[in-house]
Structures are given as structure tokens and as C-alpha cells.
């Protein structure tokens, strides 16, 4: 194994006309990392993931694997890619499809193995064409990993996927990070990039607004939210409970966000024992994205099953 | 080029039914109707039996198909996203495009060789095996710039504009190849137009081939002008692709 990051980009840019889609980006992963690339529609990760495999040629900048031009790991199979619109062959099988690739690559694992990792083997015979969303994923899996690569991109892998699909998908990516290889995904799943992410890259309007481990992330909104029961309850009162920074009600359900809330609990209980239905819990990936990208919490997740 | 993958291609486009009815039945069909009726007679011009004739129409008119329908399997593959999913393989942009010439020859040659099967078989056309080797020879390398046609076709050609663009093309080169009607009933310009259409020239390189005879100096000439004209087109527009990524 050599020393070179996985991945460096250096102030990438990419514009199309006057649109900026992705602006001065500076990244190194490395070896060894999992690594989700979170954004809402039109932040610029696939964008990002053509240009750092060198199928887009950046505005400014640089993008470089393992220490090399990107086309260079990809002719010696160091990188593997499942990419938005890249597809099988619809009118083959999917045993046909893997083998035309397969013919391609220098040092592939064999067909079989590729498609056992993905968990396709018994899908084989079955044309592309008939493959649920799902399934279809797996078979583009199956094709990333032929080459054995040291470095997974993966730009929304679970997309059209269910959650059994999901999960099954993410055991066997379990595997391959097992080896201590690098991956790379983007999601619109906030839960998918908190589980298997050790570090999460939040990237908004062409930029790289977050970078760091969940939990760094999830701490951008510091605090815990206690959420409770009151009959008529009123603004007037809560918003002067000890360590309260936000107040949401909804009929006789009320929110409250608060920076301690141990001291907010016991003050709740003294100042307002008619509390009932009480709970408390730490702020969600959801809301740190949320606070990150200035987005709504629908347009985070409106990827569900689609692509774009 | 990488071998292997172009067996498999080869092997993936002979199984794609479909695709293979237009490019084999209809030359077949016309040859049976046409070689039927008029197979006995002499033709003077060609200095060939009419069998002999309409059997290298036929061979010209299936194996163009053959060629020029390349463009589609480009254009449907582009738009599933399968060269997308080449484009993160060892296989570079130049080695994909010699790949689909490659195969254009091949499914024209199956369609070259079909032909002239079904023709010493079914119609029972009597020509010397070295007239029908020079035959479908010379149809094979007359089809040459009939593949560059299709990754040109390809190239610009969205999904939808595709089918329109390869029916003008194909029906244009037919007609002044006077692969469906003898040229000398059209009128005349078309036929001073035909004598730059490599298509005509196809045409008559069969018969040269099934003949004999004749000087390969003039289709030789057209047919690698266009050949020259059509890959100087395809390396322009592939690094303007390439420039614009």
C-alpha cells in the first residue's frame, strides 16, 4: 500500500455557463475511510464524484486518486463506481452484462465471486430489464467491485431500494470496508450516513459547508429537545424555563429546545406540574443538516427512491 | 482492442433478435421475390445473371443495414447509461469506437454471408466459389465507411432523432446505390449524383467481385475518400465531446 491519499481534490470548480455547480472544493481522504457525501438535490456531490473520477473536466483545480490522474486508477482498476445513470444492459441477462465488463478490466475478481459479494447469484439468469430498483442496484454493485478495487464511489446506492434492500446492501458493504478499503457515498439518508459513515462531508450550492465525524456534525446543533403534554399551554412561562432556546407548540404538544436540559426538566416540573407524556431526545442528524444547509427538512428527503 | 469483449459483443448483437429481422429477413424476403421472378435473365450491362445481380443487391442492401444500424445500438446504449458504466473501465473512448466498427463489419458480414447462402441454396445461383468470395469481399470492405456513417449518426444523433436520421440516410443510400431501382429509370441527375454515393459503389464492387473483373481503381478511390472524410468528421466531434465534459 502506498502513502498517497485515496482522494485529493485541490480548489475544484466545475461551472456549466454561468452556473457555479461546483466551487472551489478541497478534500483528501484517505485510505481506509468511509466516507457519506450528504447534500440536498442539486448540491453538487455528483458533480463532484464525475469530476474526482475524471468523466468531467474541471473549471479549475484538480482531482487526483491514490497520487494519480483519475483515469489511471480506473485503467488499473484501483477505483470501482456505482454512478447516477449508469445502467446494465437492459436486453441481457445479468450474468451477460457482468461478463461484458468483466472482459474489460485488467485483474477482475471472477464474475461469480463479484456477484456473489453483491448478493446476486441467484439472479444470474434474469434479464436486466426485470430487475426490481433494487435488485438493479445490487447488479450495478456487483459490477463496482469487479475490479477488486481499494476504492469504492458510490453516488446514492440504496436509491429505489427497500428497506430489507437496504439493509442487505449495507451488510455487504460491511464486508468490503471489513478489508480496510475506502468508500465514498452519497445519500439524501441522513440515518445512512450517521450508521456507516465514519465521517461525513455535507457539501451545499457547489460548496463543502461540514466535514467531520457524525457526532462533530450532529453537534452543530448543540442540545437536547424535551417535548411534553400541557393543557393551553403558552409561549409566556416556557420561554423563561432555565437553558430554553426554542419553543415549538402544536395544540397541547409543545417542543422545547433547550442548551441544559436537566435544568429546564427540573424547572418544567416545578413550574408546570401539569406536564404530562414527557420526553427527551438529542438532536438529530436531520436537524444539523437542516441547520447546516438552511434547507428544509422535505427537500432533504424527497431523494426517497428517486433519482433526481 | 480488447478481443474478448468484442466476442461478446459480437455474440450479445447475433443473439439480439430483434434488431437482426431488419437486417437479415428484408434483403432475404426481396431476394426471394425478386430472384424468383427475374433470376433466369442476363443482364448486360453487369455482365452477370440477374440472380447474380440481385444477390449482390441484396448482399450491398443488408449489409449497409447491418452497418448503419450500428448507430442505434450506440444511441440506446448511451441512453440506459451503459457507456456511462464504461466510461469507469480500462476501456478508453477511441477503443470503444473501433469496437462498434468492429462490429458493424461482423453483422455485416453475417448478413453478406446469409444472403449468398440462401442464394446458391434456395435459388440455386450458379457462380464460381472464387466469384462469390470476391463477391462478399468486396461488399465487406465496400461497407467500411457505411460503419463510420453510424458512430457519425451516433454521435450527433439524440434518442429521438436517431430513427428519423438513420431512415434518411439508409433510404438516400439506397436509392443512389439503385439497390431497390435500377438507376437508369430515375432521372438523370440522380444518377450523376449516385456516382459519389458509396453506396453505388458498393454495389458495383460486388458485382466486380462476383465478375471478376473490372477496374477496383474508381471504388477504391470513393469509397476510402469517404472513409477518410467520415473518420477526420468522428475525430473532430469526439474531442469536442471530450473538451466540452
Known amino acids: 500500500m502506498d502513502r498517497a491519499p485515496a482522494i485529493t481534490l485541490a480548489g475544484l470548480s466545475k461551472k456549466f455557463g454561468t452556473l457555479a455547480a461546483v466551487s472551489d472544493v478541497d ?110 442496484q445490487r447488479a450495478r454493485f456487483a459490477v463496482a467491485v469487479l475490479s477488486n478495487p481499494d476504492l469504492l464511489i458510490l453516488d ?35 440515518d445512512e450516513a450517521d450508521t456507516f ?26 442540545g437536547r429537545t424535551l417535548s411534553f403534554t400541557l393543557a393551553a399551554p403558552d409561549e409566556t412561562g416556557l420561554d423563561r424555563l432555565p437553558g430554553a432556546n426554542g419553543i415549538d407548540i402544536r395544540g ?6 433547550s442548551e441544559d436540559s436537566d435544568a429546564t426538566l427540573r424547572a418544567l416540573l416545578t413550574a408546570f406540574p401539569g406536564a404530562t407524556d414527557i420526553e427527551i431526545v438529542s438532536r438529530s442528524m436531520d436537524d444539523a443538516f437542516m441547520a447546516l444547509t438552511g434547507s428544509s427538512t422535505s427537500s432533504a428527503t424527497t431523494g426517497k427512491g428517486a433519482t433526481k | ?30 431476394l426471394l421475390i425478386f430472384g424468383g421472378v427475374y433470376g433466369s435473365q442476363y443482364d448486360h450491362e453487369a455482365h452477370l445473371q440477374w440472380i447474380i445481380v440481385t444477390t449482390v443487391q441484396m448482399g450491398a442492401y443488408g449489409a449497409m443495414m447491418a452497418a448503419l444500424a450500428q448507430a442505434f445500438t450506440i444511441v440506446n446504449e448511451r441512453s440506459v447509461g451503459w457507456n456511462r458504466q464504461l466510461r469507469i473501465t480500462p476501456l478508453s473512448g477511441t477503443g470503444y ?90 432521372p438523370h441527375w440522380i444518377s450523376n449524383v449516385a456516382q459519389v454515393a458509396p453506396s453505388y459503389w458498393l454495389n458495383k464492387l460486388g458485382q466486380m467481385g462476383a465478375g471478376l473483373t473490372g477496374n477496383v481503381g474508381t471504388p477504391a478511390l470513393v469509397l476510402g475518400g469517404w472513409t477518410i472524410v467520415l473518420a477526420v468528421l468522428i475525430a473532430w466531434r469526439y474531442r469536442r465531446d471530450s473538451a466540452r465534459a
Request: charged letters at 15%.
Open chain 2, 1 to 30: 482492442m480488447n478481443i474478448r469483449y468484442f466476442g461478446l459483443e459480437i455474440a450479445r448483437q447475433l443473439r439480439d433478435a430483434r434488431s437482426l429481422v431488419f437486417t437479415f429477413a428484408v434483403p432475404i424476403v426481396m
Open chain 1, 156 to 190: 446514492e446506492p440504496t436509491a429505489a431500494m427497500d428497506v430489507a434492500a437496504r439493509h442487505s446492501f449495507w451488510s455487504s458493504m460491511r464486508e468490503f470496508t471489513g478489508q480496510g478499503k475506502t468508500v465514498v457515498f452519497a445519500t439524501h439518508y441522513l
Open chain 2, 97 to 186: 469506437m473501433i469496437t462498434k466498427v468492429a462490429s458493424a463489419m461482423a453483422v455485416g458480414l453475417a448478413s453478406i454471408i446469409v444472403v449468398i447462402l440462401v442464394s446458391i441454396i434456395v435459388l440455386h445461383a450458379h457462380l464460381s466459389v472464387g466469384g462469390w468470395v470476391m463477391a462478399g469481399l468486396g461488399l465487406w470492405i465496400g461497407i467500411i465507411p457505411f460503419s463510420l456513417i453510424a458512430i457519425l449518426i451516433a454521435q450527433f444523433a439524440k434518442l429521438q432523432f436517431a430513427q428519423p436520421l438513420f431512415m434518411v440516410t439508409f433510404l438516400g443510400l439506397a436509392l443512389l446505390g439503385g439497390l431497390w431501382v435500377p438507376l437508369d429509370i430515375l
Open chain 1, 27 to 136: 478534500l483528501t481522504i484517505e485510505p481506509g475511510e468511509v466516507v457519506a457525501l450528504l447534500g440536498p438535490n442539486g448540491a453538487g456531490k455528483s458533480t463532484t464524484i464525475d469530476l474526482l473520477l475524471g468523466l468531467a473536466v474541471p473549471t479549475a483545480g484538480s482531482a487526483e486518486l491514490f497520487g494519480e490522474d483519475p483515469r489511471r486508477a480506473i485503467v488499473t482498476g484501483r477505483v470501482g463506481a456505482m454512478l447516477q445513470g449508469g445502467a446494465l444492459l437492459p436486453t441481457t441477462t445479468v450474468r451477460e452484462s457482468v461478463a461484458l465488463i468483466h472482459a474489460l478490466h485488467k485483474h477482475p475478481l471472477s464474475v461469480d465471486e463479484a456477484m456473489e459479494r453483491a448478493g446476486i447469484s441467484d439472479l444470474a439468469r434474469q434479464k436486466v430489464a426485470s430487475l426490481s430498483g433494487g435488485q438493479l
Open chain 1, 197 to 222: 459513515a465514519d465521517r461525513i462531508v455535507i457539501m451545499n450550492s457547489g460548496r463543502v459547508i461540514a466535514d467531520g465525524t457524525p457526532s462533530e456534525v450532529k453537534s452543530v446543533v448543540s
Open chain 1, 252 to 257: 397541547s404538544r409543545v417542543s422545547l429546545h
